[in-house]
């Protein structure tokens, strides 16, 4: 998920593009203005923190862009590609790295388990994702050998 601070930024796309020249697909997609019941449960995890309630006002000041990636090792991948949560400790090269200062602006939000992107996607994409294949995917996965 993009944050608000990536769509106030103006760059959203640079970074999403990132992901998707990495190799991953998108499976969905989506613009919206969270209100404060999805933020909440988005946020469950953290409940008690010292951070919960500036993430919910920052998550909930404008809108964020959701997304699903889809590919081998994509949550590595995208954890790795998006940097350590606190920007300064996160390495050049990474989206926090590049691009961020301080953990309540870090820009992009990644599921960090299966079970964890699972109810993610079932809470942002209620209707599902879109299923489908590239013909490029079979030269970046092991499952799909060239022929
Ligand atoms: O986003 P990530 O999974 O890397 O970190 P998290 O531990 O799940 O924390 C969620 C969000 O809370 C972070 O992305 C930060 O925006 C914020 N946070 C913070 O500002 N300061 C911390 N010490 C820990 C988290
Ligand atoms: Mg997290």
Same mark, same amino acid.
């Given at each position: ?35 404060? *019941?999805? *933020?909440?449960? &988005?946020?469950?995890? &953290? ?40 920007? &300064? ?10 691009? *961020? ?7 992009? &939000? ?38």
């Amino acid at each position: 998920m993009l944050k608000p601070d990536a769509i106030q930024r103006g760059i959203a796309f640079e970074l999403l593009s990132r992901f998707e020249k990495r190799g991953l697909r998108f499976a969905a997609l989506r613009l919206l203005k969270v209100d404060r *019941a999805m *933020a909440e449960k &988005h946020y469950a995890v &953290h409940k008690g923190k010292f951070f919960y309630d500036d993430l919910v006002k920052v998550i909930t000041a404008s809108p964020v862009v959701a997304s699903v990636l889809e590919g081998p090792n994509a949550i590595a991948v995208v954890r790795s590609m998006v940097g350590s949560t606190r920007p &300064h400790e996160a390495t050049e090269g990474s989206i926090r790295g590049d691009y *961020a200062l301080v953990g309540l602006r870090n820009l992009v &939000h990644a599921s960090d388990a299966p079970e964890t992107a699972a109810s993610e996607i079932a809470l942002w994409f209620p209707e599902g994702v879109v299923s489908y294949a590239r013909d490029i995917d079979r030269w970046m996965s092991e499952d799909k050998a060239p022929s």
